[in-house]
């Protein structure tokens, strides 16, 4: 694989503003987790990422680290009520990891696409069914 080197800033970055990690420009999902079979826009394959459990497990790595503090300081400076801070901490927290699911997903395709794993370093015909 002598290719030319793939920025692996810039494909995470694209891969977490959920576009294709070569291009840019195409969209990176289907649906909410669904990731396209190829770039709409450039024609790079994206199937053949291997994303799994890494995303999820990210998710709730960061959402927790976000969370702990800001529920201990609202705990100590506020002191409400143990069915108020439920409420409040447990939709916030939903809310957070829906957001930080797709895009950390778009991080682990867009690494593996820069690094050329599972795949993605090599050349398939999408016409031909491979």
Known sequence: MADEARDLRMAATRGWGL?????????????????????????????????DDGPAWATILIAGHIMAPVMLFVFITFRPEAWAMALGFSTTL????????????????????AKRMHGFGERRDLAAGE
């Open 19 to 51: 576009r294709c990690p070569a291009c840019g420009d195409g969209p990176l999902m289907e649906s909410y987790l669904t990731v396209r079979r190829a770039c709409s826009a450039c024609g790079t394959e994206l199937h053949c990422h291997r994303a």
């Open 94 to 113: 939903v809310a957070l990891s829906l957001f930080l699911l797709p895009r950390l997903k778009g991080v682990f395709v867009g690494v593996q696409w």
